[in-house]
Every structure is written in structure tokens, then in C-alpha cells.
């Protein structure tokens, strides 16, 4: 299975910006998707997550409310809507698959990991 990110760019404090993941290959072993990034100098955090259903979404708190995470499984491709923007939302964000049907927020139940997708919002 091969994730391509997409969508990062610059953008401006309040602006709004939507990444798209695609999945391509064996699609059919990857169920939930998520989204982390990772930040200049500072760990990978988890951002959104959701089901293979599209039922159930989890998102970290210092994006709830500004971001949605959404999928399309017609094509294989999962989003992540960002609006009000802040510069701390600045960095690599990385879109990830597993092959169980629930979102979850820990990392390292996801087994494949895109390229990543730079984001930088600037104040």
C-alpha cells in the first residue's frame, strides 16, 4: 500500500487549507485512516482519525472545532479539512492506514505512513 499526501503549502493565520491522502495498491488491507505531524524540533503528535465507516472521528484538542477529517472510499482518499489556522499548526503533517476498521489515536497501530506533506502558516 503506498499513501501520497498532498495539499500543504503556506498559509495565513485565520486561512484555511485542505490535505488530501490517497492510498494506492492494496487498498483493500487498509481500513481507518489518521493524520499526525510533527513539528520543527518536536515529536510526532496525533492529529484526527477515522473509521472505515466514516462513523467515528477523534481529534486532538488543540484542533477540535478547526479541523474535519473526512473520507471518500470511492477513492480511496481521506481528508483533512483545516480551517483557522494558527502558526503553531505549522509542520509535516503525515496521513497513516491500518488494517482495522476503528480509529484509533496511537501511532503505532497504523501500518502504513505516507511521505508527509509540509505545512507552514505564517502570523
Known amino acids: 500500500v503506498q499513501l501520497q499526501a498532498s495539499g500543504g503549502g503556506l498559509a495565513q493565520t485565520g486561512g484555511s487549507l485542505r490535505l488530501s491522502c490517497a492510498a494506492s495498491g492494496r487498498t483493500n488491507v487498509g481500513k481507518a485512516m489518521g493524520w499526525f505531524r510533527q513539528a520543527p524540533g518536536k515529536e510526532r503528535e496525533f492529529v484526527a482519525a477515522?473509521?472505515?465507516?466514516?462513523?467515528?472521528?477523534y481529534y486532538t484538542d488543540s484542533v477540535k472545532g478547526r479541523f474535519t477529517i473526512s473520507r471518500d472510499n470511492a477513492k480511496n482518499t481521506v481528508y483533512l479539512q483545516m480551517n483557522s489556522l494558527k502558526p503553531e499548526d505549522t509542520a509535516v503533517y503525515y496521513c497513516?492506514?491500518?488494517?482495522?476498521?476503528?480509529?484509533?489515536?496511537?501511532?503505532?497501530?497504523?501500518?502504513?505512513w505516507g511521505q508527509g506533506t509540509l505545512l507552514t502558516v505564517s502570523s
Open positions: 477515522v473509521s472505515w465507516s466514516g462513523g467515528t472521528t
Open positions: 497513516a492506514l491500518r488494517s482495522d476498521l476503528d480509529a484509533t489515536m496511537t501511532s503505532n497501530r497504523y501500518e502504513y
